[in-house]
């Protein structure tokens, strides 16, 4: 049986909107990902640790709180840091174009925002690991 990938989801820092990130969990485990859902008001720290711990393929950061530069660089930093940057990082929520394009200068691979559809977020991400897998 091949091995399913392991998602981590999180919502960092003082963000407690969560109906977004649930959905995509749902729908993640429907396309068969193993997912963790580390739940909201998460610290940087904490979810690169959890991360780590659970062996996660990818982290799935959720932000609606206008903090996602600062989120981000920090767990792309703490990744390097802890030898882990071969997770693979991605994201979702109010994130401006402008934003997005320079998350993913930093290392973020796909940005998801509002109204993308499940089948988009699981074909990227697939295509993503699966690149990743055979390199």
Known sequence: ???????MLAKAGLDGHD??????AMGLRDANFEVIYTGRRQTPEHIVNAAIQEDVDAIGLSILSGAHMTM?????????EKDAGD???FGGGV???????????????HVFG???TMDTIVTAINQTLGQRENN
Request: glycine share 10%; charged share 30%; net charge positive.
């Open 1 to 7: 049986m091949p091995k399913r990938n392991r998602i």
């Open 114 to 116: 509002p109204g993308t």
């Open 95 to 109: 994130i401006p174009p402008d934003d997005a394009a320079q998350l993913k200068q930093m290392g973020v691979k």
């Open 19 to 24: 109906r977004g990130v649930r959905v995509v």
């Open 72 to 80: 981000f660089g920090k767990i792309l930093e703490l990744l390097k």
């Open 87 to 89: 997770i693979m990082v």
